[in-house]
Each structure stands twice: as structure tokens, then as C-alpha cells.
């Protein structure tokens, strides 16, 4: 379930206050959706789905999004911030690690969660991602890089722990397709570097 730390920071918070919230989507995450998803209509999840800036975005694209976070408070923002623009979200409250919603998707989205994780959690993450996704699915990822250091956040992940999280490219796991040195914008002056990774279901 979603620590502790998470129910802390959304309670009483406006978007704002929350240093991983941006009101808009990431460049180079809309860029993806354009080269991977159809026009419409995908189905997608979108896994510690925070504000759910993201699927906000896809939602009003016309894709079928299911969001998830540990945390009723993120919903509660996440819907508010969805009605402002006009579009409605399938939000479930729960464990998206062991209480993702039935699939299959043809999406799963996952902006800063896996990086939250503790290491030994990541082999439960992958199960996730894969009985979630339908054969030929994506996989969109965004994580922080561990270099260079930060003084705030979880530590981060180096190219091979994300090589580790995705597994062995065998039937049912996840073909990594693109590794992509990118940067949170997180609020702030400075970028902070990141992954974006775009891997297939086999
Ligand atoms: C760093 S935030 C990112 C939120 C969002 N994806 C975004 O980009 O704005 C990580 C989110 O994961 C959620 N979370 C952490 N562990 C979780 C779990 N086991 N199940 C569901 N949500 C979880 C937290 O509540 C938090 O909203």
C-alpha cells in the first residue's frame, strides 16, 4: 500500500504543493503518446496516478483511462482537476502493485511510481505491468536517474536497474524499445534528470 509518506503529503495540499505536480503533461511523454497509442480509444492504466496529470490528458484525447494511487486524497484532487477540463476518470483508490484493476490494457503508464519503490519491490512492479497489459502492449515509463545526486526524493535508478525492473525479454515480459536520458521539470529552476523508457509486451 501507499507509505505513509504519501498520505502526508496530499493531505490539506493543492496540486501545487505536491514537487512532483506540473499542470501540464511532460514533452517528451506527449510525444510518446503521439508515436504509440492510436488517436483514440486505447485502454490504459495508469499506476500511482498521483494528480493524474497525465491521464487527465490521454482521457481528454479520447483513450480509456483507469488511474490508481494508494491515497483517496490524490483521487479526490485528480477528479477536481479532471472536471476543470472537462473530462471524467476512472479512479479506483488501492494498492496498484496487488490490487490493480481487470485488464487487459493496452497502456500502462507509470510517471514516478516504480521509483518510489523499494528495490525488492520491483519484481512485484513488473508482475503488475505485465498481467495487466495485453500482447504487443506499452509500457511508458518515467523515473529519476541517481546521477546527479538530489537532495530530495527517492534515490533513484541507474540505465541498469531500469534494464533489471523491465526483466528478461521472454514471452510475456516487456521488450524495452527505447532508453532515453530526459529531466523532471518538478516545480522548479533546474531539470532533474530522468528516465523515459518505452518498452513492448511480448
Ligand atoms: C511521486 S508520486 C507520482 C504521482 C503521479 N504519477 C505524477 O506523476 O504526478 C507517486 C505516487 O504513487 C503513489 N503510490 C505509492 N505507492 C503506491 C502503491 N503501492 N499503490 C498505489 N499508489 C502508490 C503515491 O500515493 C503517489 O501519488
Redesign the pocket.
Known amino acids: ?3 505513509e509518506r ?1 498520505v502526508e503529503s496530499y493531505r490539506g495540499a493543492r496540486p501545487e504543493d505536491l514537487p ?2 506540473d499542470p501540464d503533461p511532460d514533452p517528451d511523454l506527449l510525444v510518446l503518446f503521439d508515436e504509440v497509442l492510436p488517436a483514440s480509444g486505447a485502454r490504459v492504466l495508469d499506476l ?4 493524474a ?2 491521464s487527465i490528458e490521454l482521457a481528454a484525447r479520447g483513450h480509456r483511462v483507469v488511474a ?4 483517496a486524497e ?1 483521487r479526490d484532487m485528480a477528479l477536481t482537476l479532471a472536471a476543470r477540463r472537462g473530462v471524467t476518470l476512472d479512479y479506483r483508490v ?4 496487488h490490487d490493480g484493476p481487470e485488464g487487459p490494457f493496452d497502456l500502462v503508464f507509470d ?3 516504480l521509483h ?1 519503490l523499494e528495490p525488492a519491490e520491483r519484481r512485484t512492479w513488473r508482475a503488475a505491468v505485465t498481467r495487466s497489459l495485453v500482447r504487443g502492449g506499452a509500457l511508458i515509463l518515467k523515473c529519476f536517474d541517481v546521477r546527479p545526486p538530489r537532495d530530495f526524493g527517492p534515490p533513484g535508478l541507474t540505465a541498469r536497474d531500469v534494464l533489471h525492473a523491465l526483466g528478461e525479454p521472454v514471452m510475456g515480459g516487456l521488450a524495452l524499445e527505447l532508453l532515453r536520458r530526459t529531466a523532471f521539470g518538478l516545480n522548479e529552476a533546474k531539470d532533474h534528470a530522468a528516465w523515459t523508457v518505452f518498452a513492448r509486451r511480448l
Open positions: 500500500m501507499a507509505k504519501f512532483w505536480y500511482g496516478a498521483g494528480p496529470v497525465h490508481i494511487d494508494g491515497v490524490a488501492g494498492d496498484a502493485l510517471r514516478g511510481f518510489t
